[in-house]
């Protein structure tokens, strides 16, 4: 991950990371059946889900099941590309400012699918996807591409990252972001990063706001093998 800022605006709300208030904050795992495994030389993996749940130890608020599927495919050394799509029902546990027409304690149709790639070489590693959901009746989409080049042998690298969300694409809530700056690697996977962050849309007093914001983020990483 090379962004300090993390996910992409995209995939923290429909993955339920957070930011979507009728969904919460799920970053646990659901109960389910899953099946998957590789052929052609491990070239072709896929995998098949049929999930039940709301999040670490909750109960589900409604009876019905989640169907998710992903399908990776490596045509050559360090390429992969990348298909999901999840079928499913949510259970509003709060309103949204996103998706105002929804209630608390509704169920609602909750579809995702994604189309993405990931490509890692010495000269540059880079990766993206094309996300969109619907919950009830309003369609959520956008697209991101986040990457790294090292400088030479200094063992920094120059970072990357544009990304574009549309909330609701029925209320014009698109907002766009870009990331810009530096990672030095001290040790084996203890890094320094120095970043800028643009967003042209945020959240203010409740309402969604279209307007420039801007952030220097700073943070050390230290990992203990």
């Known amino acids: 991950m090379e962004a300090i800022d993390v996910y992409s605006e995209g995939v923290t709300y429909l993955a339920g990371c957070g930011s979507d208030p009728l969904f919460g904050v799920q970053y646990g795992r659901d109960l389910g059946l899953s099946i998957y495994g590789e052929t052609n030389d491990a070239k072709v993996r896929y995998e098949l889900d049929v999930m039940n749940g709301q999040g670490i130890n909750k109960k589900d608020g409604n009876a019905e099941k989640d169907f998710i599927g992903r399908l990776e495919y490596r045509p050559v050394k360090g390429l992969n590309l990348v298909a999901t799509g999840q079928l499913g029902r949510g259970h509003a546990i709060n309103t949204s400012l996103y998706n105002p027409a929804i209630a608390i304690g509704q169920n609602y149709k909750r579809n995702r699918w994604t189309v993405g790639f990931d490509y890692k070489s010495k000269a540059f590693n880079a990766h993206g996807e094309y996300?969109?959901?619907?919950?009830?009746?309003?369609?959520?989409?956008?697209?991101?591409?986040?990457?790294?080049?090292?400088?030479?042998?200094?063992?920094?690298?120059?970072?990357?990252?544009?990304?574009?969300?549309?909330?609701?694409?029925?209320?014009?809530?698109?907002?766009?972001?870009?990331?810009?700056?530096?990672?030095?690697?001290?040790?084996?996977k203890c890094r320094i990063q120095l970043q800028y962050v643009y967003k042209s849309a945020y959240i203010q007093d409740g309402q969604f706001v279209h307007g420039a914001n801007h952030a220097i983020m700073g943070q050390m990483q230290i990992r203990f093998h």
């Open 131 to 188: 996300l969109e959901g619907k919950d009830g009746d309003a369609v959520s989409r956008g697209a991101y591409v986040t990457g790294n080049v090292p400088l030479g042998n200094s063992h920094c690298d120059l970072v990357g990252s544009y990304d574009f969300f549309n909330f609701n694409t029925d209320l014009g809530m698109d907002q766009h972001k870009a990331i810009f700056g530096l990672q030095y690697w001290f040790y084996q």
